[in-house]
Structures are given as structure tokens and as C-alpha cells.
T-cell receptor, first 116, second 112 residues
């Protein structure tokens, strides 16, 4: 069972570079999420998607972009990387709303990103 | 402002002792989730609490939900070293596509 797969696991970027964090899930979940977790802190929602072609901003979207062309994939793009974006990024997926939200979100292993 | 507050944020305890972690939230919700995170690892779902009065138990961990008080507790019975981790609670926002609002986490260290 692959679940939620994130790549890469680690990355170092220079200020001003851009990159895409990949996330794919094989559970046929409609809902997908991107979070960041700063050291010693909880999770903050960056973007989420309720289905292919539909995305929306979370709490901290500035400096990031997402797309959702398929149910399985939800890449996160960083443009013009800044030191403040140094963090651990988690992708998650879930079945959906209403009675489907009785199931928890499933998380990938995270991408540890340093911007120097 | 939507808030989820956990306390304590840090807890160091001896094996064999009992303790409770508290999760207070400021918005109406009847869905609350508890997760565990080991250092450098991902988050693992522990409990999903779906209604007022819900109680779930797994091994030495027991979680409960009081939606009227907007309070959930995670009780640890006769703690063992393997339970050392950071524990997060998260609450659904019903009117916003069921986004989760997360607590800051409780870092639990259990000493042999």
C-alpha cells in the first residue's frame, strides 16, 4: 500500500530558485492538502483541493502555487524561494466531506526543504 | 478567531504514571482528530472522534470528546517509553470544506 507519496524527501535551494514538490496518492481520495510545519510547531494549511481541477487557498498560500489535473496528483510549486519558506512540507489526502470526513487525513512522509 | 489550544505543550513524565493532554477549540465542531508524530517522521492517525461523548481507546491511550465544552482529552495510562512522541489534535471547520485547524502539539517524553 503506497498511500501518499512525496518527492523529493530532502532539498536545498538557493534564494530565488524555484521548484515543484510532488505528491501522489493511490487511494482515490478526492481531497488533497499541502501543509507546512515549522520546527516545533503545528501544521499550517497552504492549499487544498476538493477534486481534480479545483483548488483553494489555505492559511498561508503566499509564495506557493498548486494545480490538480488528476485525482492522484497534487504538486506544490515554489516560485522565487525565500528563507522564510524553509520548512517541512507535508501532503495529505482524505475521502471528503460529510460522512466521508469520518475518516482521517493520510499523510506522506514529508519533504524537508532548506533555502539558503 | 478560530483556535485550537493544546496543553501542556511539553510534558516529561516517568514510566508507569498517568497523565492527560487537553485540547480546547473555539469553533463549533463535532469532529476531532488525534495524531501522533515521531521525531523526523510523518503524522499517524490515532483517533477520530465524531460526536459528543465519544470515547475511543487503543492500548494505553484513551481519547474523549465533549462538544458542549469544546474539549477533547487524550489520557495516557501507565505510560511506557514507546509512547514518547508529539501528539496533535485537529478540529474540522464545518463551513469551510472541512479544513482542519491544528493544535500546536504536545511533546511527550517518557523516561524509563
Amino acid at each position: 500500500n503506497a498511500g501518499v507519496t512525496q518527492t523529493p524527501k530532502f532539498r536545498i535551494l538557493k534564494i530565488g530558485q524555484s521548484m515543484t514538490l510532488q505528491c501522489t496518492q493511490d487511494m482515490n481520495h478526492n481531497y488533497m492538502y499541502w501543509y507546512r510545519q515549522d520546527p516545533g510547531m503545528g501544521l499550517k494549511l497552504i492549499y487544498y483541493s476538493v477534486g481534480a481541477g479545483i483548488t483553494d487557498k489555505g492559511e498561508v498560500p503566499n509564495g506557493y502555487n498548486v494545480s490538480r489535473s488528476t485525482t492522484e496528483d497534487f504538486p506544490l510549486r515554489l516560485e522565487l524561494a525565500a528563507p522564510s519558506q524553509t520548512s517541512v512540507y507535508f501532503c495529505a489526502s482524505s475521502m471528503g466531506t460529510g460522512s466521508l470526513s469520518n475518516q482521517p487525513q493520510h499523510f506522506g512522509d514529508g519533504t524537508r526543504l532548506s533555502i539558503l | 478567531e478560530l483556535k485550537v489550544e493544546q496543553n501542556p505543550l511539553f510534558l516529561s513524565m516517568q514510566e508507569g504514571k498517568n497523565y492527560t493532554i487537553y485540547c480546547n477549540y473555539s469553533t463549533t465542531s463535532d469532529r476531532l482528530y488525534w495524531y501522533r508524530q515521531d521525531p523526523g517522521k510523518s503524522l499517524e492517525s490515532l483517533f477520530v472522534l465524531l460526536s459528543n461523548g465519544a470515547v475511543k481507546q487503543e492500548g494505553r491511550l484513551m481519547a474523549s470528546l465533549d462538544t458542549k465544552a469544546r474539549l477533547s482529552t487524550l489520557h495516557i495510562t501507565a505510560a511506557v517509553h514507546d509512547l514518547s512522541a508529539t501528539y496533535f489534535c485537529a478540529v474540522d471547520i464545518e463551513d469551510s470544506n472541512y479544513q482542519l485547524i491544528w493544535g500546536a502539539g504536545t511533546k511527550l517524553i517518557i523516561k524509563p
